[in-house]
């Protein structure tokens, strides 16, 4: 079954600790994405890499990093140092071009405790 | 960078009725404009897309206008009925950079 996968779907976070979710797709695409999702505030770009062993930092990667050590896995890890990080997280994919749409996986929804 | 405007931020219509949601975008070099539908708690998914050398698409009650002169773009519903009621964002994809930028988003709700 292709697709982009998220997991775990909810996660729970005492303050100060840092977390890892994670993103795996077997859909061969080069692009991957990371976005968080606050109510009234739309899709921000976190992270995002297009190719193995690269990525670059989005609109608001203060308080997140990433790596791309495999095609098909960008883990996020939300660290300590992220203020806000109550939020639904969501990952996403893209094949390399310019006309192609982002496949999104289920979205992870973190919750500091 | 890129910059996506979106409105209205929320629409409500009576079933049957037409719904249209609005973006604007700043930079000239962008050249795919998506839109996705997100239901609650499910990933977001795209309904439609148009490429910058298009004007206009159409699929079944959706379809998606381009005016490139103006950088703006619109969503159009037709026949709409309750389960079209989401919130639909739109997206521009820069070429300089190769991201895409997302509007704030439209939460939809059609009344029965």
């Known amino acids: 079954d292709g697709g982009i996968t998220q997991s775990p779907k909810y996660l729970f976070r005492k303050e100060g600790q840092n977390v890892t979710l994670s993103c795996e797709q077997n859909?061969?695409?080069?692009?991957m994405y990371w976005y968080r999702q606050d109510p009234g505030q739309g899709l921000r770009l976190i992270y995002y890499?297009?190719?193995?062993?690269?990525?670059q930092k989005g609109d608001i990667a203060e308080g997140y990093s990433v790596s791309r050590e495999k095609k098909e896995s960008f883990p996020l890890t939300v660290t300590s140092a992220q203020k806000n990080p109550t939020a639904f997280y969501l990952c996403?994919?893209?094949?390399?071009?310019?006309?192609?749409?982002?496949?999104f996986g289920q979205g992870t929804r973190l919750t500091v405790v | 960078g890129e910059n996506v405007e979106q409105h209205p931020s929320t629409l409500s219509v009576q079933e049957g009725d037409s719904a249209v949601i609005k973006c604007t975008y700043s930079?000239?070099?962008?050249?795919?404009f998506p839109w996705y539908k997100q239901e609650l708690g499910k990933r977001p998914q795209l309904i439609i897309d148009?490429?910058?050398?298009?004007g206009e698409k159409k699929d079944q009650r959706i379809a998606v206008t381009l005016n490139k002169t103006a950088k703006h773009f619109s969503l159009h519903i037709t026949e709409t009925q309750p389960e079209d009621s989401a919130v639909y964002f739109c997206a521009a994809r820069s070429s300089t950079l190769g991201r895409l930028y997302f509007g704030r988003g439209t939460q939809l709700t059609v009344w029965p």
């Open positions: 859909l061969n695409h080069d692009a």
């Open positions: 148009i490429r910058s050398n298009v």
């Open positions: 996403a994919s893209s094949p390399t071009g310019m006309n192609t749409e982002a496949f």
């Open positions: 930079d000239s070099a962008s050249n795919y």
């Open positions: 890499s297009q190719i193995v062993n690269d990525f």
